[in-house]
């Protein structure tokens, strides 16, 4: 029995030394908490399951579980994101910034680069996912796909193009960053519509996520007046006791809204490019906010 218990202790210990990893994987390529959370369960049933004695590189193989699953998952959502009422937003991870995020922003788990990955196949943002982001080999993606690897190439090429094409323009200076979103929210808080138009990008697009529960844009609003009259139309209709807050927001600084009450209207993440805004996601809908 204690031999038995140690080897359940030594599973479960091996799969905890990469969860994290895991977690950022199955977020990345599903887009959402809750599939996330959900595969890495699977990915402990299966990993439960499995012979540890045949498996030589426990990381490579906990990944390439974890991608197979989400896979299925994203190609089964698929068709229901088509039939969403609005645009379909990921869903945003909120958390206080640690020591280490007051100096870097990660692109790759940014909310503006996990909704350009929704104009990809579900085989397109695996390979890109894992080899652009991840840096796994395509033999092991291939396997993952099922295809082969010349196929996987070609998947993660495609998929660099399109994200080149259609990400918002962006640059990697946090403190500008975070320069420009304080900017936004006190123009906006405060009706100052000037301040507010120098601080958007005459082509900045919004984007709204309401998922046709809670009031929101139903399709991407262009242009810095355009956006400003939108800005100050969801301000005008602010309840009482409403407030907005700095957070972190996918690895940059972004912007929570809040109730009266505490709980969570909105969040927001902005992209910033020269000290202006070039790019707003705003996530209403009640279920994405859940674990805000």
Sequence with gaps: MGLVQDGEAARLAA????????????????????????ALQEAWLRWQRADPGVVEDVRAYLTTTVSRICYDALTSARARRESYVGEWLPE??????????????????SLALLA?????????????????????????IARV?????????????????????????????????????AAFTAAAVTG???????????????????????GAALVPVVGARRVTMLVRGVIERWYAGMTSEL????GAPGVVVRNADGTVDSVLAFTVADGRITEVLHVRNPAKLAGV
């Design 15 to 38: 799969f905890e030394a990469h969860r994290s990893h895991l977690w950022g994987v199955a977020y990345r390529i599903t887009g959402t908490r809750a599939d996330a959370d959900d």
């Design 92 to 109: 945003p991870v909120v958390r206080e910034p640690g020591p280490e995020d007051r100096a870097t922003m990660d692109e790759s788990v």
């Design 116 to 140: 350009v990955l929704e104009r990809l196949s579900a085989a397109e943002r695996v390979a890109f996912v894992l080899h652009d982001v991840f840096a796994v080999p395509f033999d092991e």
């Design 145 to 181: 796909l099922g295809r082969s690897d010349e196929a996987v190439r070609q998947l993660a090429s495609r998929a660099r193009g399109r994200v080149r094409e259609y990400a918002p323009r962006r640059s990697g200076d946090r403190v500008a960053h975070r320069k420009a979103v």
């Design 192 to 214: 100052d519509l000037r301040g507010l138009v120098a601080v958007l990008d005459p082509d900045v697009v919004w984007r709204a996520d309401g998922g046709g529960v809670v």
């Design 247 to 250: 957070a972190e927001v996918n």
